[in-house]
Nanobody
Framework: DVQLVESGGGLVQPGGSLRLSCAAN????????MGWFRQAPGKEREGVAA???????RYADSVKGRFTISQDNSKTTLYLQMNDLKPEDTAMYYC??????????????WGQGTQVTVS
C-alpha cells in the first residue's frame, strides 16, 4: 500500500524558512504526480505546489517566488522549500500523490500532515 510521511514542519518567525519533506513507501514518484496542499483553520484545503508527470512544477499564486518544490534523484523523497514565510502561510501541510498526469483537487493518496506555524 502507498504511504506518504511528511516531516519538517515547525514554528518559524515571519521572513524565515522551512523545508518540508515527504518520504514515499511502496512506490516511486515516477509513477505518480506529486504535490503539496495546505489547510488553515476554518479554511478549505488548497493546492500549494505540484510536479506533473513531465516534470513541470506548478505553484499557487500566493507562494510563487517564495516556495520551491523538488525531488531527490532517486525520486523517493519530495521536498517543499519555503522561504520568506508569512503568517498567512500558517497551516497543516499535506503531501499528496495522484495517478493523473497533473495534480487534481482529489489526489489518490495523502500523508498525515505536518504543521507549519509562522508567528
Amino acid at each position: 500500500d502507498v504511504q506518504l510521511v511528511e516531516s519538517g514542519g515547525g514554528l518559524v518567525q515571519p521572513g524565515g524558512s522551512l523545508r518540508l519533506s515527504c518520504a514515499a513507501n511502496g512506490y516511486t514518484y515516477s509513477s505518480y504526480c506529486m504535490g503539496w496542499f495546505r489547510q488553515a483553520p476554518g479554511k478549505e484545503r488548497e493546492g500549494v505546489a505540484a510536479v506533473d508527470f513531465d516534470g513541470v512544477a506548478r505553484y499557487a499564486d500566493s507562494v510563487k517566488g517564495r516556495f520551491t518544490i523538488s525531488q531527490d534523484n532517486s525520486k523517493t523523497t519530495l521536498y517543499l522549500q519555503m522561504n520568506d514565510l508569512k503568517p498567512e502561510d500558517t497551516a497543516m501541510y499535506y503531501c499528496a500523490a495522484d495517478k493523473n498526469p497533473r495534480m487534481t483537487a482529489i489526489p489518490d493518496y495523502w500523508g498525515q500532515g505536518t504543521q507549519v506555524t509562522v508567528s
